[in-house]
């Protein structure tokens, strides 16, 4: 069974920074495709990043490109998400994804992490 956990949420005030981390166990972590997604209260989840297996290619939502910086490290079977210059309406929580195949703005990866909190006060 394939398990993703997210970790590294809090509380920051605007303009901070914080680093999420998604541990994978799955043994063909360094084959898959991943993602961050977000869901702040009363909205629909939104796509962040998205990583190829190599990490050659990446993407970003509009809203966050310039300030977060998808990553992994294959050997650790760990994501990461690097998040600067964080804004109050960066507030949701923040979820890893795997996808055997990459696509840019996949929706409906295979596999979901269980959520990590990220709140950021004005």
């Known amino acids: 069974q394939v398990q993703l956990v997210e970790s590294g949420g809090g509380l920051v005030q605007a303009g901070g920074s914080l680093r999420l981390s998604c541990v994978a166990s799955?043994?063909?972590?360094?084959?898959?495709?991943m993602y961050w997604f977000r869901q702040a209260e009363g909205k629909e989840r939104e796509f962040v990043a998205s990583?190829?297996?190599?990490?050659?290619?990446?993407d970003y939502a509009e809203a966050v490109k310039g300030r977060f910086t998808i990553s992994r490290d294959n050997a650790k079977n760990t994501l990461y998400l690097q998040m600067n210059s964080l804004k109050p309406e960066d507030t949701a929580v923040y979820y890893c994804?795997?996808?055997?195949?990459?696509?840019?703005?996949?929706?409906?990866?295979?596999?979901w992490g269980q959520g990590t909190q990220v709140t950021v006060s004005s």
């Open positions: 990583i190829n297996w190599s990490a050659a290619t990446a």
């Open positions: 994804a795997g996808h055997p195949v990459y696509y840019r703005r996949n929706n409906s990866p295979d596999y």
């Open positions: 799955l043994r063909t972590f360094k084959t898959f495709a």
